[in-house]
């Protein structure tokens, strides 16, 4: 998904937890939280954010049904349209450090 996707009334979800509404404007798209607002223009294409990374948009749901203004009640029958998917990288070092075992012991399968 990139920046040019998002629509008026859907939600997101950012690296930190936040969930906000899209709403459409006459300064254009804007991300409306509980007691403040973003501007999707500060944000990279691939919906990552120009400022922070914990603002990153990690979610797009699209509300399945309207029965509240409450954007938290509205997320509870949102569909999930499209996720970030992160790789992780790791050196051998870093795993082994992980289990707390020897690098010599470890062993990678495919």
């Known amino acids: 998904m990139t920046k040019?996707?998002?629509?008026?009334?859907?939600?997101?979800?950012?690296?930190?937890?936040?969930?906000?509404?899209?709403?459409?404007?006459?300064?254009?798209?804007?991300?409306?939280?509980?007691?403040?607002?973003?501007?999707?223009?500060?944000y990279e294409d691939h919906?990552?954010?120009?400022?922070?990374?914990?603002?990153?948009?990690?979610?797009?749901?699209?509300?399945?049904?309207?029965?509240s203004y409450i954007i938290r009640e509205c997320l509870k029958k949102a569909i999930t349209i499209w996720r970030r998917i992160e790789e992780i990288e790791l050196t051998l070092e870093e795993i082994a450090e992980k289990f707390n075992i020897n690098v010599e012991q470890l062993k990678i399968k495919k």
């Open 47 to 67: 919906l990552k954010s120009k400022l922070y990374e914990n603002s990153d948009i990690m979610e797009v749901k699209i509300i399945a049904e309207y029965k």
């Open 4 to 42: 040019k996707d998002l629509k008026s009334g859907m939600i997101v979800i950012l690296r930190d937890g936040s969930v906000g509404l899209l709403v459409d404007t006459r300064e254009g798209l804007l991300i409306q939280y509980d007691d403040y607002y973003g501007v999707v223009d500060d």
